[in-house]
Structure formats: C-alpha cells, structure tokens
C-alpha cells in the first residue's frame, strides 16, 4: 500500500526534487499540490493548506515553502494528524522548530526535517573515514552564484530567508554529520549588501570537540564553476568531499561512491519512519546559523539586483 503525500509550495525545489523523487518511489504517491501559484498536472490543486486540509484527501506533507511560513502550516497540519517532511532549514528560527518538534511529539505525529546533503553519496565514506581517525583541521569553501540557484526570490533576502546560509547550511548539515559531538561557533564575518537584511557572504569561525578549528567560507557572487567543497586534515591524511558530497577524494585519490540520490533517499528514510511511526528532526546545522547571527559582525556591501 503506497502512501499518499501532498506537496506544498510548488516552486523550484518541488519541481526539480521532490516530485521526481516521489514519482520515482514505489512507496508513495501524489496526491494533491497546494500553492499560491503553481500546479501540477493529474491532481487535485489547492491554493491554501487550509482548503486542502479541509477537502483535500487524506496525506502526508510535503513542505517547500520559504522557512519564514512554515510554522502555523506545520502546526495546522499537525494538528489535523498530518506526516510532516520539511524541506531544509525547516523553520526560520530555533524557536519556530522547537515548537513543531514539540507539537508533533504531543500529537504522535511524525516529523522528518530533511537534510539533503547528508545523503549525498560521499558522506557516509567521510564520516567513515573521520570516525576511525582524530581530524586536526576542517575547512568549508562553498560558493556559488545566487542568479544561477535563486533566481527571483526577493523573500530569501527578506528577515527569515537566510540569504547565504541557505545553501551553506548545507555544508554545515553535513559537518554535523560527519563529525561527532558539539559544535561552537568562535567569531564570523557577514557581508549584507544595502538594499537587503540577509547575507551575500559569511566566513566562520568554529571548534568542534577537542579543540578542532574548523572553517567555513560562503559566498553567493562566484560565478563560473562552482565550489561546494569540505576539506578534512588527519595528520598526513586528507579527504576532500566536492560538488556537495558527491564527490570524494583520499590523499588525492577518486573513490567511487555511487550516483547521486539524495532525494530519492530523503523519500525512503522517510517512509521508514512513517512505518516506525518515528520523528527525525536535528537542528543542529540550524543552531550554528542562529549562533552565527548572535556572535557575528555584520558590515554593508553594494545592494544586490538579479
């Protein structure tokens, strides 16, 4: 019996993601799309979350919306007994996702806040790797240009739309992921450009347990090839995870890891724990953004125009 799931917030990343993945998985099906301004063929359309949780089939949730309107959607659909995956960052403060967390836990209902890049098919090798080894330096270069993967989206340069951090917090779910025990961040750097309130560009300063410097170096304004790299110092061994964790590299030497299936592989963790009736929702990578923005200095860069 397959699992009816509804998409919500019909944008660049359900086009491109998640409805490949789910009409790629036997495990689910769709069963309806909710958006202001997007359709799907083949299934019933809503415009508001609140018509189709009223008259819409019964099915869990798919979330793409922008971070900033996710938390009264998560509690209505939480409240009417809907599965919930939440596209990354699930929320738009620690506080907003505490707060789902807590109310799908009261309500027994399941929550997999997604992390695409841990599935990434070098990460699993990486944390390998580290687990067996003590690393003394981790540095994340990851730069891309915004006109390419953002193009259009006023909202991500608006306060909840985590500017720079939108993709670098993908490096960092990954860090977290690989590298065991806590992560602090020591000092960083913002660059806001002057007709917005997020970020263009953040360096990072951390340490990891024991003691390990760790950086970070986003940028949104490189264009050319991109660079999505982590590279990973254990004595006189090196890893270097590329393209986002497709990628990976020991002491200079290609490992084949398999291809890339992030989203379909978000889709199958998923369905296990629709079946465990299970939650997943680590906000890790989420609280190093928020302590970023607390210990961080800001300085204004030229305004940004798509």
């Known amino acids: 019996m397959t699992i009816p799931v509804a998409v919500v917030g019909v944008g660049k990343i359900a086009r491109?993601?998640?409805?490949?993945?789910?009409?790629?998985?036997?495990?689910?099906?769709?069963?309806?799309?909710?958006s202001r301004h997007g359709r799907v063929e083949g299934v019933p359309n809503f415009t508001d979350l609140d018509s189709f949780l009223a008259e819409g089939p019964p099915a869990a949730l798919a979330i793409c919306t922008p971070p900033s309107v996710r938390l009264e959607m998560c509690l209505a659909a939480i409240a009417a007994g809907r599965d919930l995956?939440?596209?990354?960052?699930?929320?738009?403060?620690?506080?907003e996702i505490a707060t789902i967390i807590e109310a799908a836990r009261a309500a027994g209902t399941v929550l997999f806040a997604t992390w695409h890049s841990r599935f990434a098919p070098g990460v699993e090798h990486a944390r390998a790797w580290i687990a067996a080894r003590w690393p003394t330096r981790l540095a994340?270069?990851?730069?891309?240009?915004?006109?390419?993967?953002?193009?259009?989206?006023?909202?991500?340069?608006?306060?909840?739309?985590?500017?720079?951090?939108?993709?670098g917090i993908n490096a960092l779910s990954?860090?977290?992921?690989?590298?065991?025990?806590?992560?602090?961040?020591?000092?960083?750097?913002?660059?806001v450009?002057?007709?917005?309130?997020?970020?263009?560009?953040?360096?990072?300063?951390?340490?990891?347990?024991?003691?390990?410097?760790?950086?970070?170096?986003f940028d949104w304004r490189q264009e050319g090839p991109q660079t999505w790299d982590i590279e990973v110092q254990a004595g006189p061994e090196r890893l270097k995870l590329r393209m986002g964790g497709a990628r990976l590299a020991i002491d200079g030497v290609e490992i084949d890891t398999g291809p890339e299936r992030e989203y379909p592989e978000i889709y199958r963790r998923f369905a296990r724990l629709i079946a465990a009736r299970d939650s997943d929702a680590d906000i890790a990578p989420l609280r190093i953004v928020a302590d970023a923005w607390l210990k961080g200095r800001q300085s204004a860069t030229e305004p940004f125009h798509d």
């Open 193 to 217: 450009p002057a007709n917005a309130t997020t970020p263009i560009a953040a360096r990072l300063t951390m340490t990891g347990a024991g003691g390990l410097p760790v950086t970070a170096d």
């Open 85 to 95: 995956l939440i596209e990354k960052p699930p929320a738009a403060s620690l506080g």
């Open 140 to 167: 994340i270069t990851w730069r891309e240009d915004v006109r390419r993967w953002h193009p259009n989206q006023a909202w991500i340069w608006q306060p909840g739309g985590f500017g720079v951090f939108d993709p």
């Open 16 to 34: 491109d993601q998640h409805l490949p993945a789910i009409a790629a998985d036997p495990d689910f099906t769709l069963a309806a799309a909710v």
């Open 174 to 191: 990954i860090l977290t992921h690989i590298l065991p025990g806590p992560m602090h961040v020591e000092s960083a750097e913002m660059e």
